[in-house]
């Protein structure tokens, strides 16, 4: 027996929540917000240019010109900004007659000259930062965004592929094990995040990026989807893991509760470090849910605790949902390999009144 | 010795877990009385490491009834009359998450390969290096707008990255100026271009002559720090200004970073090292005292690191984006399924290998209990070593193959794989040779020992050898690249020293397992066959030595290096499944 209980990593799948999320530009910009401001999950908040491409080039090797000659050559200085084919240096040759120039490919800005060394920012779209979450703004913190506090429904995810929209929640999950197909995506997908229970094809999930998806739920993924979907731009977030899992109960039934609001996805998924981010879909407060709901108190941070509702996320279990005992102890448990690990009796939800000894490595808490 | 701390905590603070143990006296030896495994907090929603290390040492309590925080939850030290709390804490830390740097350089096969190598053994990523002697000329210049001379590409990538570390490299010294004042001034206009919050720091580790142009170009732009030229002359390495340099980075700018940092240090009498400093202290101490070439290989589940000592020389190797937890998402992307699935016998289903793989990725902190599981991971540490030992391989004058004792930590040994299916990976994944121990450090406190070493050497070797590392066994692997065909390799005659006598004869190309319990001594025989050596150090086809035994016991392994792994898949998995057979795995 141990007599020490330790902790617990936690996923939040909750009806009602608050939340506080940092929103970020790439680089410094602007911030349009004040504090105390209502926002919608649309409205753009910050906003940066980035170049669409940064050119280095050396001036020297370009027209020719010496280092110490590139101040006077040059027609334009950092912080310009150049039109296309806009001449940026020039050097006389032929005693005079004619010139060599260098001429901006595209439009941009000439964003740093040292010695003969030239950055040129090409002008690309700005970048804005929308607010994803519908709440309010608690904190803005100049030239690089703010934090939102809001509240809602939240679904974290196990991985999520990158990328974040908004859209609007459509509901294909038959049954927590079902497929997302190809064939039942039509025109109106545009703008929806599909839930879909156990998975998603590959054709399925190359036509939600094609009509331009605002996001993919899923319990799991098949592995070798994984590179594929980070490299579309409809963000996927994996709920239970990847294989072939079925979405966990409370999930699923959360979702079917949530379908036709609006919800913003944010799939970005950072697993370390101070700015780690797990993946999820943000569903903010709307009075008629509420009142659709009996669960209208704010769901608690999940704790260990006699009873607490605990997730497998290990195979045989991984996506399993199941319950702490009422009086639980940690007891050593022998693996196949010959070791020992600490674990505890889990009632599982799909196998009522009997208790499997799980390692405690393998559980996460829910809520 | 009065002035020493007997009884001392120590604390393994990693990305995934937290290790605690408890060294003190017993019976006048130092040892390892009692240690927890708990998960490590240090990221969200925790943000503070302290709660993991708090109940890492609350459990040790409870386990070794023994009170080591009082009701304020503050460490209680030194030792009270009754034996609660302990005299000195210690702890070391790989949670801190990995520099990322760009090297600029003169020249690929010089300044900047000498630089990499640098780096590489560092808490820091190389992710990008720029070398003047490539593409089309001087900075990769390409032709543009029917001009010579276009935009260079790799300034363009570093202009687009957001490193936090620029290392300078080139020239030696007294060597050209000119070539580095535009290399400076590449980097100026880099960072000039970046909004001064975002400037990467430049460490400058080339020719000293040049330290002036470089300061007056850089200097009013980015904060810069000059270090020994990393390649003083030609054919003379200089790594270690540069790597203590970044090591310094590392500690300011990541380490202190770590939520709660500032408490755990505070706990400490001697501040906290890096795990991969600790470790190869050990790694040195072993190397000392016994005379061996030590091989230390740390899988970890957010790092790979790999340190060579030969008690005159350490070598180490620091992976940060290929690990056995995190890094597995990399590892796939980079080395693709097929090679891991080549170390997976037939019954294996690909697909659920790789979804296991990912899903140790996205919760590494789980322990796999099933074979099958347990397996597909042991696979993927095959590639992970064997991408690992790349590292080394471009250096001259550095193996693996030649090691007298290989060390075993990480991820791997907490997850419970058995020690004969752990040590068939090593084997697969180092193109090791000749005879050689190997050992494990079961209890993963084996770096924090090289941290116990600061406050009281005696308890750190004591513990080290009496409870934290445990022998596997010896292992043989003959040279048989001289003999064809699937005949005998060699025969062999064990003699334990309790008593009986066992003889095998091991077939080329197959492994054989004799058992030899820990602590047990046996007199072996092996009897090469034609072709068969057992490398330069032991002359003739007898080889004759008393050997020690361990939890795996003896292993001959007459595969021949390096291993034949089979183009045909379907033919390679079923060699593997022989194999396992073979070792017990």
């Known amino acids: 027996m141990i007599e020490f209980i330790p902790q617990l990593p936690e996923t939040r799948i909750a009806n009602f929540v608050r939340i506080r999320r940092e929103r970020k530009l790439p680089i410094p910009g602007e911030v349009s917000a004040a504090v105390g401001l209502r926002i919608g999950a649309q409205d753009v908040f910050a906003r940066a240019y980035p170049p669409k491409q940064r050119r280095a080039l050396s001036l020297t090797r370009v027209i020719g010109v010496r280092e110490a000659d590139v ?4 027609l334009k200085q950092v912080g310009d900004p150049v039109e296309a084919r806009e001449i940026i240096i020039a050097k006389p040759i032929s005693l005079g007659t004619a010139r060599l120039v260098y001429k901006a490919p595209e439009a941009g800005q000439i964003a740093a000259i040292q010695g003969s060394w030239m950055i040129l920012d090409v002008y690309g779209p700005p970048f804005d930062v929308p607010a994803l979450y519908r709440g309010t703004i608690s904190s803005v913190t100049p030239r690089e965004g703010g934090v939102i506090e809001a509240q809602g429904a939240l679904v974290q995810g196990a991985w999520g592929s990158g990328q974040e929209a908004v859209g609007v929640i459509k509901w294909f999950g038959k049954s927590p094990d079902a497929i997302l ?3 039942v995506l039509e025109a109106d997908t545009r703008g929806s995040i599909l839930i879909a229970g156990g998975g998603v094809t590959r054709a399925a999930l190359e036509r939600a990026h094609e009509l331009r998806a605002a996001g993919i739920v899923v319990g799991s993924l098949a592995g070798e989807l994984h590179t594929r979907a980070m490299e579309l731009a409809v963000p996927v977030i994996v709920t239970e893991g990847f ?10 039934e959360l979702l079917n509760v949530l379908n036709g609001q609006e919800a913003g996805i944010n799939a970005r998924y950072r697993p370390r470090g101070r700015n780690a981010t797990r993946p999820e879909l943000f569903v903010p407060l709307v009075v008629s849910r509420m009142q659709q709901s009996d669960q209208t108190a704010e769901a608690k941070r999940p704790e260990v605790a006699p009873n607490a509702r605990v997730r497998g996320i290990c195979e045989p279990q991984l996506g399993r949902i199941g319950t702490l005992p009422n009086e639980f102890v940690l007891r050593w448990l022998p693996t196949e390999a010959g070791t020992q690990l600490p674990g505890v009796a889990v009632e599982w939800s799909d196998a009522p009144g009997e208790h499997e000894t799980v390692p405690w490595t393998n559980l996460e808490l829910i809520g | 010795m009065a002035d020493l701390p007997n009884s001392i905590l120590v604390a393994d603070v990693g990305a995934v877990a937290t290790k605690v143990g408890l060294i003190d006296l017993v019976a006048g030896e130092y040892r390892l009385v009692g240690s927890t495994r708990t998960m490590s907090t240090c990221d969200a929603p925790y943000d503070d490491v302290m709660l993991g290390v708090r109940q890492g040492i609350m459990q040790l309590g409870a386990l070794t009834g023994r009170r080591l925080l009082d009701s304020k939850n503050a460490l209680i030290k030194p030792t009270r009359l009754d034996g609660d709390g302990a005299d000195a804490f210690v702890a070391v830390t790989s949670a801190a998450l990995p520099l990322h740097a760009v090297v600029i350089g003169l020249s690929r096969d010089y300044s900047v390969l000498s630089a990499q190598r640098a780096v590489n053994s560092t808490f820091a990523m190389v992710e990008h290096t720029i070398a003047v002697d490539e593409e089309s000329g001087r900075w990769g210049t390409t032709a543009s707008d029917g001009r010579a001379g276009g935009p260079s590409a790799a300034v363009e990538k570093l202009a687009e990255l957001k490193p936090d570390l620029v290392v300078m490299v080139g020239g030696i010294d007294g060597g050209a100026l000119a070539p580095l004042r535009e290399m400076a001034n590449i980097v100026a206009a880099v960072g000039a271009a970046m909004d001064e919050t975002q400037r990467p720091l430049v460490i400058f580790a080339g020719n000293r002559e040049a330290r002036g142009d470089v300061a007056e170009r850089i200097g009013g732009l980015m904060q810069v720090r000059m270090v020994e030229n990393v390649l003083p002359v030609l054919d003379q390495m200089n790594p270690t200004p540069l790597q203590n340099e970044i090591e310094a980075v590392y500690r300011q700018r990541q380490m202190e970073n770590i939520p709660g940092f500032e408490k755990l240090a505070a706990w400490t009498d001697k501040g906290i090292m890096t795990s991969a400093d600790a470790y190869t202290r050990v790694a040195e101490y072993l190397a000392r005292k016994y005379q061996l070439r030590v091989l230390a290989l740390d899988l970890g589940a957010a790092a790979t690191t790999l340190i060579r000592s030969d008690g005159a020389t350490i070598k180490r190797a620091i992976l940060e984006e290929i690990s056995i937890g995190y890094g597995l998402e990399t590892l796939l992307d980079r080395v693709g399924l097929e090679k891991i699935v080549r170390w997976l016998p037939t019954s294996f289903d690909a697909a659920e290998a790789h979804a296991q793989l990912l899903n140790q990725a996205i919760h590494p902190t789980t322990t796999p209990t099933r074979w099958q599981d347990l397996t597909a991971l042991n696979a993927a540490g095959r590639e992970i070593l064997t991408h690992s030992a ?20 990480g991820a791997p040994l907490a997850r419970g794989s058995k020690p004969t299916a752990l040590l068939l990976m090593l084997l697969d994944a180092i193109d090791a040779q000749g005879i050689f121990s190997v050992a494990a450090d079961n209890g993963g406190l084996m770096a924090a020992m090289g941290a116990v070493a600061a406050v009281n050497p005696e308890a750190a070797a004591q513990a080290l050898e009496n409870d934290c590392l445990v022998t596997w066994g010896t292992v043989f692997v003959p040279d048989v690249s001289a003999r064809t065909g699937e005949g005998l390799a060699l025969t062999v005659r064990v003699e334990p020293a309790r008593g009986g006598q066992l003889e095998a004869d091991v077939k080329m190309g197959s492994l054989e397992l004799i058992p030899l319990g820990e602590g047990e001594k046996a007199n072996v025989e092996l009897r090469a066959e034609r072709g068969v050596t057992f490398g330069d150090a032991i002359k003739g086809n007898v080889f004759k030595r008393e050997v020690q035994g361990g939890t795996v016991g003896l292993m001959i392994d007459a595969r021949g290096r390096p291993l034949p792994v089979l183009e ?18």
């Open chain 1, 71 to 74: 101040p006077k050559r040059l």
């Open chain 1, 181 to 183: 197909d190809a064939e």
């Open chain 1, 243 to 252: 294989g072939t899992k079925p979405m966990s109960a409370p999930v699923f």
């Open chain 2, 390 to 409: 790349q590292v080394w391989k471009d250096e001259a004058n550095l193996t693996l193959a030649d090691s007298d004792l290989i060390v075993l930590s």
């Open chain 2, 568 to 585: 045909n898949m379907e033919r390679q998995r079923e060699k593997m499944q022989q194999w396992m057979w073979e070792a017990g795995a």
